[in-house]
């Protein structure tokens, strides 16, 4: 059954939440419907749901518009009543907030519409995230150097679907990252973080003074690691 709405003009004037570009269909709402989960199957409750149009291929809200929010219940479920726009970028974006990863579903409303105007997500799993914190610092004097890298699993998973179908070509899900530098007089310290999914480890490649590489796997199982690393 489709959800029909009475119609009803929508102002230039709420630009805060939409803009006039946007081409909301007439008459039409929107559910948008499921349950998320933790790794280990535990439901999470106040994961912020929102339903968004133009929103591209990266996290910058600089563009996108929001057509409807919501939040999950104690048992993980969610059920969120949303304006729909046609468009080649309706995301519906799950945030678990500091403590999980985000998840995104997208599709091209265009070409595209789900039956009886319900996507239904069905089971979203996000993972638990921790904070890997670094300082390295040059204890060894003057004249030594230092290049090392880390590689780690980002927090972040898009899914794209064609229609019903997963699309893994434009999908991208807790991809591997690499950050790294070289350290010297005239930058011998650093400190930064960065957030992996919990119980991932982090691979750490350094070498001192040009010699061979040296590599140490770090297993992250702490909400808030720390790591120094002296040379």
């Not at 999908?171 to 011998?188: A, I, M, T």
């Not at 973080?193 to 480890?201: H, I, T, Y």
Request: hydrophobic share 30%; charged share 20%; aromatic share 16%.
């Amino acid at each position: 059954m489709k959800l029909l709405f009475k119609f009803f003009l929508i102002p230039c004037f709420l630009m805060t939440v939409l803009s006039c570009e946007v081409q909301l269909e007439a008459n039409t709402r929107i559910l948008v419907e499921g349950t998320i989960r933790d790794q280990d199957n535990v439901p999470i409750s106040e994961a912020k749901i929102s339903v968004l149009t133009k929103r591209g291929n990266y996290s910058s809200s600089e563009n996108q518009y929001i057509l409807g929010e919501g939040y999950s219940n104690a048992d993980g479920h969610f059920s969120v009543i949303s304006l729909y726009d046609g468009d080649e970028d309706f995301a519906i974006e799950i945030d678990g907030g500091d403590a999980y990863s985000t998840y995104v579903y997208k599709t091209n409303t265009l070409e595209f519409t789900p039956l009886d105007l319900t996507f239904n997500l069905e089971t979203v799993n996000l993972k638990k995230t921790a904070t890997f914190n670094y300082d390295i610092v040059r204890t060894s004097g003057t004249s030594n150097t230092l290049s090392y890298s880390f590689k780690y699993l980002d927090g972040f998973c898009l899914e794209y679907y064609d229609g019903s179908t997963l699309n893994e070509y434009q999908s991208s899900c807790y991809q591997e990252h690499v950050l790294g530098q070289f350290l010297n007089d005239n930058n011998p310290d650093t400190e930064w973080l960065f957030s992996l999914p919990l119980g991932e480890v982090v691979t750490f490649t350094y070498s001192i003074n040009d010699e061979p590489e040296q590599t140490e796997f770090i297993t992250i199982n702490q909400d808030n690691y720390d790591f120094t690393f002296n040379y």
